[in-house]
């Protein structure tokens, strides 16, 4: 299917207008696919409206109306709430419907998700978790691993084209969630690697601002030392996502690891640190793991707790306007 076929034949609707999820209407938008959005919160993603995208008033309105309906929330807990609640997803579901869920949960909490979205509707589930952020939705450069079947991954595919740079399908339903908690072990361990790394530099009267430049082309080189690395110092403000959000999936990888019997030494280690590093400084603030190391209070007003995934009023991703996403 043709990225102008796809724009004639599918319906889609958007849901859950968080930092992620509102990144992601507004490339469907500007690619001509979006016709309809909803969000817990109203008025978020205001610049879908001069778009000509409506606003559905319930998930059950705008599953009705759409044959392919993008899910963005925080939490497993959202996505059952938004899916099966009064006036949820599942009550416009029907047969030849695809939900594409972006959010991040866990592989055996999607596939229970999945099979009863079937089993109750007809409709189809392809979970599709995402590494790259806001930034990299807006810029059309995300990664999506998918899981689900073939014919609706292909089918959803020329979709994802509006704001992925690489899409992969990784197994059945629910290993797109696992391929995303593999992905996160990394971004976790490696987090805390490079805050060590940068505090070592500093303390040695290296140039630790140049430390991406010297690493280049090492084994130590990864897009995260140079996105990342340059936001570990004193008092940086920059962000471009919670650490909350991550510790989440660090927690989900955790417990799916113990009821595999799969050791996961490190990445407990890095959730621990996370945990009490949020006690620290605000999980909105990259810096502030190499503020905790550091042993540097946090400068200024403390920020505000990160919102919630799926509807990401910043840099996360809640569904829209609830505490708990995202």
């Not at 999607?110 to 952020?133: C, I, Q, Y």
């Not at 992969?168 to 690697?193: D, F, M």
């Not at 996370?274 to 200024?300: M, Q």
Request: net charge negative; proline share 7%.
């Amino acid at each position: 299917m043709t990225t102008e076929t796809a724009r004639q034949a599918e319906t889609v609707g958007c849901a859950g207008l968080g930092m992620l999820g509102a990144a992601l209407a507004q490339r469907l938008a500007d690619a001509g696919h979006l016709n309809a959005v909803w969000n817990r919160t109203p008025g978020r993603a205001a610049g879908l409206d001069t778009a000509g995208v409506r606003r559905a008033a319930e998930p059950a309105a705008l599953m009705r109306e759409s044959t392919v309906l993008v899910l963005c929330v925080s939490d497993s807990a959202a996505v059952e709430e938004v899916t099966f609640g009064p006036g949820g997803l599942a009550e416009g579901a029907g047969p030849g419907k695809v939900l594409v869920d972006h959010s991040s949960i866990g592989p055996q909490e999607t596939r229970s998700l999945a099979a009863r979205l079937a089993a109750e509707t007809g409709a189809h589930w392809l979970d599709a978790p995402v590494s790259g952020g806001p930034q990299g939705a807006a810029a059309g450069k995300l990664t999506v691993l998918a899981g689900g079947s073939a014919e609706d991954f292909d089918r959803v595919r020329p979709l994802l084209d509006a704001y992925a740079a690489r899409r992969t399908l990784t197994g059945p339903v629910g290993a797109g969630q696992a391929t995303k908690l593999c992905n996160q072990i990394i971004v976790g361990a490696t987090s805390w690697a490079l805050a060590e790394a940068t505090l070592l530099a500093a303390a040695s009267d290296l140039d630790s601002d140049r430390l991406p430049e010297y690493l280049e082309g090492g084994f130590a080189d990864s897009r995260l030392l140079h996105v990342l690395q340059p936001m570990l110092k004193p008092g940086d403000p920059r962000r471009f996502g919670s650490s909350d959000h991550l510790l989440k999936d660090l927690d989900t990888a955790l417990r799916l690891a113990r009821s595999a019997g799969c050791p996961l030494p490190v990445t407990a280690n890095a959730a621990e640190l996370f945990r009490t590093a949020r006690k620290w400084s605000s999980p909105l603030r990259n810096g502030a793991i190499f503020d905790f190391l550091d042993g540097r209070p946090e400068p200024g007003p403390r920020l505000e707790n990160a919102p919630p995934d799926g509807a990401q009023s910043d840099p996360g991703q809640p569904v829209a306007g609830r505490p708990d996403g995202t």
